[in-house]
């Protein structure tokens, strides 16, 4: 899942505007009405900000940058899977409620979870009767098969995720571009007994196939009305909201969809009775608008810009409308054992030892940016345990000494050199690589920080084994945020060898570790779910044995909560968004 | 042939023949500047050892293969040699191109400046929609900064030492040092969203569909880009004036008893104004080529916006796209500015 990275802007200059805004003091916080719930620090975070019913109103979302798409075939950003519940359902969603029962999955479009047979490789869902498209017409299975269908299409839509790809057995599939059946309907995987059934055939057993059923792929789309790359500039709905008016690269309106039954949906209050998006808005433009309540929701949910923070932190009065998030994101450093002395793993666990944890949270903000990282699974995916092998938590400025006896187990008593490898346009990870460079030289490890743009640090750089390996990349920045919080979601592409590609485009960059593939494929064959989140511990303590990672930071984000919305709490199974289906006006 | 005089060929004549030889420059120039942008995308990342794949794996997604890169380079083009990708370009330009939705084919009529990949729409539409955005906040704030910048100036010199000029030189020198994503965001917050005397950003309504909308949209970012830019010319105008206002032939007009204003603005002011127009020429075709700074501050969709973002996002069609509309602008602006020194000064000869 990917979050548009927050770009940047001039600190000095925007502290500056908004010191002056400052001096004009505040008309944000409304505690003057007597019936509308007093603002508080994180007041969203684990229950619901007033909490309400009332309908009306027009929501303004502004973002920083632009959708990958639209198309639900064609979109990885996790704001993006947040505001589809506007026009789309999928198969099976995220509970919409505060706190950990957010991270639960609750039936939308079909009635139940799936239900698996054959050692769960085989997944039936029943659709929910009544479901209609905005123009009227009936959903139904083969609707959500044929959006599946055309989801496996990367040529057309490259951007989503793959696990359809990679799980259904697809015969030879390509894409119902190329489908020589009449209906279009020829992936032979997934079958429609009738309208409400729907049953997907899997290559291998897969437990957490409810996962997939959650992924906008499976949102219907009329084969009728698909104009391929096109259909992005009007997504038919299937939610309570439809697309009015749509300006590619400047913004685009939605209205209510008259054809959505509440009766058939539980999830979606629909509060607003409009929701108006603007794209490309400048960042700080956009906290300056959040503040001062001319714009409800900054869509990006990175937290606010760097000047913003500083500000809000200091204010009494504008803290009490900011909620910090905790994602299911971790920074880390990756290690690399294909390139020398890491090739020993007492020269790795040396680098471990000698970092200084504390500076390395500072490099990202300090507490509001996050907590100190001591394994890769984040405290909130269930299946996390405490695992802190090299004592991070109780040396946070490094061991020195422990460090050292590693480097003369590893024959490099004076310390060695390496390369570290940042993303250039990145301050916090340039931050975070000159702060190694300290801790880790105080050992005797040199290290040479090498920057790269990050359009391409994982398709070309850090990401591309041979370049690595022949440029000497021994510490590589890194940092990844799950798809969804569950222990799949978050490990799979980072810790499975089997994922790692000569082509480049690796965000898996040092872990190969057979006993980790072994204990990976294990899970995805467990249905029983404690037994299964068991395995994820497992995974996560025997990476930190091999020490090819250096956790850092368990991800926090600041984030404003506009006087203007009713009905407001974050949502963990989103990755700590709000949970912009159910937002409402004031 | 006797010796004597030769008769001088009439004027319009000399100044078509110029005016012709400056356009084929200029067409020269562009197919120059299209061969070198195109030859930075294009070439100069295979010199530093990139590949076809690597190329394209700038329009795949994140968890692309090594089969769907193929397949993506291909389609692309990139493993044709240069010079058939260059002609493929040239010729979608003034033939046009046809590209694959998926299910259909849809038509990129020409000029087809590019296709991108990442938001699948023809370049040459966007940039059309895009030029009128930038198109109105040059031009608007082009009035504003010549009519304050030059009047500026000229009262100025003409009250050289005094408050005024102190002050008003005073001004100009914060102008041109603030940087206009400071005072933008500066003017915003108080004059938008404190006051709410003007649009927020991102507000954009084109002419035909509202003129007061229009106009009171880009009202802010008008006189913020003027003020920034309004300074350089009262600078200039004031040291021009100066200049000329010390020259005989004013004391020769003033003394023939004309008045006061004529001898400002008709003698002085006009010899003042051929660096005036020089810079007025440079200045307005880059702000034409986008103005990215105050689009960005502005969040207004205009042409240097859309340079940012495609670079951002690594659209190559749209920056190459940008790039050649751009350069096309300040190509044109210069040959008009030259055509407008034999108008205001009639000692440059067209030779």
């Given amino acids: 899942m990917k979050r548009r990275p927050a770009v940047a802007a001039v600190a000095v200059g925007a502290a500056l505007v908004l010191g002056f805004t400052a001096c004009g003091g505040n008309k944000t916080t409304g505690t003057n009405q007597p019936n509308v719930a007093a603002p508080e620090f994180n007041a969203a975070v684990g229950k619901v900000f007033a909490p309400s019913t009332k309908k009306g109103g027009t929501l303004k979302f502004a973002n920083s940058g632009d959708w990958d798409s639209l198309d639900p075939a064609d979109t990885y950003y996790g704001y993006s899977w947040d505001f589809i519940q506007f026009y789309g359902r999928s198969l099976v969603m995220f509970t919409p409620k505060p706190g950990p029962e957010g991270n639960k999955l609750t039936p939308d479009l079909a009635e139940t979870l799936g239900v698996p047979s054959d050692g769960a490789k085989t997944w039936?869902?029943?659709?929910?009767?009544?479901?209609?498209?905005?123009?009227?017409?009936?959903?139904?299975?083969?609707?959500?098969?044929?959006?599946?269908?055309?989801?496996?299409?990367?040529?057309?839509?490259?951007?989503?995720?793959?696990?359809?790809?990679?799980?259904?057995?697809?015969?030879?599939?390509?894409?119902?571009?190329?489908?020589?059946?009449?209906?279009?309907?020829?992936?032979?995987?997934?079958?429609?007994?009738?309208?409400?059934?729907?049953?997907?055939?899997?290559?291998?057993?897969?437990?957490?196939?409810?996962?997939?059923?959650?992924?906008?792929?499976?949102?219907?789309?009329?084969?009728?009305?698909?104009?391929?790359?096109?259909?992005?500039?009007?997504?038919?709905?299937?939610?309570?909201?439809?697309?009015?008016?749509?300006?590619?690269?400047?913004?685009?309106?939605?209205?209510?969809?008259?054809?959505?039954?509440?009766?058939?949906?539980?999830?979606?209050?629909?509060?607003?009775?409009?929701?108006?998006?603007?794209?490309?808005?400048?960042?700080?433009?956009?906290?300056?608008?959040?503040?001062?309540?001319?714009?409800?929701?900054?869509?990006?949910?990175?937290?606010?810009?760097?000047?913003?923070?500083?500000?809000?932190?200091?204010?009494?009065?504008?803290?009490?409308?900011?909620?910090?998030?905790?994602?299911?994101?971790?920074?880390?450093?990756?290690?690399?054992?294909?390139?020398?002395?890491?090739?020993?793993?007492?020269?790795?666990?040396?680098?471990?030892?000698?970092?200084?944890?504390?500076?390395?949270?500072?490099?990202?903000?300090?507490?509001?940016?996050?907590?100190?990282?001591?394994?890769?699974?984040?405290?909130?995916?269930?299946?996390?345990?405490?695992?802190?092998?090299?004592?991070?938590?109780?040396?946070?400025?490094?061991?020195?000494?422990?460090?050292?006896?590693?480097?003369?187990?590893?024959?490099?008593?004076?310390?060695?050199?390496?390369?570290?490898?940042?993303?250039?346009?990145?301050?916090?990870?340039?931050?975070?690589?000159?702060?190694?460079?300290?801790?880790?030289?105080?050992?005797?490890?040199?290290?040479?920080?090498?920057?790269?743009?990050?359009?391409?640090?994982?398709?070309?750089?850090?990401?591309?084994?041979?370049?690595?390996?022949?440029?000497?990349?021994?510490?590589?920045?890194?940092?990844?945020?799950?798809?969804?919080?569950?222990?799949?979601?978050?490990?799979?592409?980072?810790?499975?060898?089997?994922?790692?590609?000569?082509?480049?485009?690796?965000?898996?960059?040092?872990?190969?570790?057979?006993?980790?593939?072994?204990?990976?494929?294990?899970?995805?064959?467990?249905?029983?779910?404690?037994?299964?989140?068991?395995?994820?511990?497992?995974?996560?303590?025997?990476?930190?044995?091999?020490?090819?990672?250096?956790?850092?930071?368990?991800?926090?984000?600041?984030?404003?909560?506009?006087?203007?919305?009713?009905?407001?709490?974050?949502?963990?199974?989103?990755?700590?968004?709000?949970?912009?289906?159910?937002?409402?006006?004031? | 042939m006797a010796g004597g005089a030769t008769r001088r060929p009439p004027r319009p004549n000399i100044v078509l023949r110029y005016v012709i030889r400056r356009l084929l420059a200029a067409v020269?120039?562009?197919?120059?500047?299209?061969?070198?942008?195109?030859?930075?995308?294009?070439?100069?990342?295979?010199?530093?050892?990139?590949?076809?794949?690597?190329?394209?794996?700038?329009?795949?997604?994140?968890?692309?293969?090594?089969?769907?890169?193929?397949?993506?380079?291909?389609?692309?083009?990139?493993y044709d040699p240069l010079y058939v990708q260059y002609g493929r370009f040239v010729k979608g330009i003034v033939l046009g191109a046809n590209y694959n939705t998926g299910p259909t084919t849809v038509r990129c009529p020409a000029p087809c400046f590019g296709y991108s990949f990442i938001t699948q729409n023809p370049v040459w539409p966007d940039l059309v929609d895009r030029m009128r955005v930038t198109g109105s906040l040059a031009v608007g704030a082009a009035i504003i900064w010549v009519l304050f910048g030059v009047s500026t100036g000229v009262l100025s010199a003409l009250r050289k030492g005094s408050i005024f000029d102190r002050m008003a030189m005073g001004t100009a020198l914060a102008g041109v040092s603030l940087p206009i994503f400071w005072t933008g965001l500066l003017t915003l917050s108080i004059f938008s969203y404190r006051m709410h005397l003007t649009a927020p950003g991102g507000s954009y309504t084109p002419i035909t569909e509202n003129p007061a909308e229009w106009a009171y949209d880009l009202i802010l970012p008008w006189i913020t880009l003027a003020f920034l830019i309004a300074a350089a010319y009262a600078r200039l105008t004031r040291a021009g004036m100066l200049e000329t206002m010390g020259e005989d032939y004013i004391r020769t007009a003033r003394a023939k008893g004309l008045p006061e204003r004529t001898v400002v603005v008709k003698h002085g002011l006009r010899a003042a104004l051929t660096p005036i127009t020089t810079i007025f020429g440079l200045d307005l075709g880059l702000l034409l080529g986008g103005a990215v700074l105050t689009e960005s501050t502005f969040s207004l969709p205009g042409m240097g916006k859309y340079a940012i973002d495609a670079i951002v996002n690594n659209d190559l069609p749209k920056v190459l796209g940008v790039t050649m509309v751009g350069a096309t602008f300040i190509i044109f602006a210069n040959l008009i500015v030259d055509l407008l020194y034999a108008v205001i000064d009639p000692r440059v000869r067209l030779s």
């Fill in chain 1, 124 to 586: 039936t869902y029943k659709l929910r009767k009544g479901v209609k498209f905005e123009d009227g017409t009936a959903i139904t299975s083969k609707d959500v098969k044929y959006a599946v269908e055309r989801s496996l299409d990367k040529e057309t839509f490259p951007n989503g995720p793959t696990y359809y790809n990679d799980f259904l057995d697809l015969q030879g599939y390509t894409s119902p571009y190329k489908d020589t059946a009449p209906d279009k309907l020829g992936l032979k995987a997934i079958e429609t007994p009738d309208d409400q059934t729907i049953v997907f055939r899997l290559k291998t057993a897969f437990s957490g196939f409810d996962y997939f059923a959650m992924l906008p792929a499976s949102i219907p789309v009329p084969a009728s009305k698909d104009t391929g790359t096109k259909y992005k500039e009007h997504v038919v709905s299937s939610g309570p909201y439809k697309f009015e008016t749509n300006e590619l690269g400047k913004k685009f309106t939605l209205v209510r969809n008259t054809n959505w039954d509440p009766a058939t949906d539980p999830n979606r209050p629909a509060l607003p009775d409009k929701i108006e998006v603007s794209l490309n808005v400048n960042a700080d433009d956009i906290d300056n608008r959040l503040i001062s309540g001319d714009l409800d929701v900054d869509i990006a949910g990175t937290g606010v810009q760097a000047a913003t923070q500083g500000k809000i932190l200091a204010d009494a009065t504008l803290k009490k409308n900011a909620d910090t998030a905790a994602l299911a994101r971790l920074w880390y450093v990756s290690v690399n054992p294909d390139v020398a002395p890491l090739d020993n793993i007492h020269c790795r666990k040396a680098v471990l030892l000698a970092t200084d944890h504390d500076s390395y949270l500072r490099a990202y903000g300090g507490e509001a940016g996050g907590d100190i990282a001591t394994s890769m699974l984040p405290p909130q995916i269930p299946g996390a345990e405490k695992i802190d092998l090299y004592n991070f938590l109780s040396k946070k400025n490094g061991d020195a000494d422990a460090a050292k006896k590693e480097l003369t187990d590893c024959g490099q008593a004076n310390g060695f050199e390496t390369n570290m490898s940042y993303r250039a346009e990145r301050p916090k990870e340039k931050a975070l690589a000159e702060s190694l460079q300290q801790s880790l030289g105080k050992v005797g490890i040199k290290l040479t920080l090498k920057p790269f743009p990050q359009g391409d640090y994982f398709k070309l750089y850090a990401g591309k084994p041979d370049y690595a390996k022949n440029n000497k990349l021994g510490l590589m920045s890194n940092g990844w945020g799950a798809d969804w919080p569950d222990g799949f979601g978050f490990l799979q592409q980072i810790v499975d060898s089997r994922v790692i590609r000569a082509s480049g485009g690796n965000t898996n960059l040092t872990v190969k570790i057979k006993d980790v593939d072994d204990l990976l494929d294990k899970a995805l064959q467990t249905t029983d779910t404690p037994a299964r989140e068991k395995v994820w511990g497992q995974i996560d303590k025997r990476v930190m044995e091999d020490a090819v990672v250096l956790p850092g930071v368990w991800a926090k984000v600041l984030l404003f909560r506009s006087p203007n919305l009713v009905n407001v709490f974050i949502s963990d199974g989103l990755g700590g968004f709000y949970q912009y289906g159910s937002l409402g006006k004031k």
């Fill in chain 2, 28 to 78: 020269l120039l562009l197919f120059v500047v299209s061969v070198v942008t195109f030859g930075i995308f294009f070439y100069i990342p295979r010199l530093a050892g990139a590949s076809a794949e690597d190329l394209a794996s700038r329009y795949v997604g994140k968890t692309a293969n090594e089969a769907q890169l193929r397949v993506m380079a291909d389609k692309l083009g990139f």
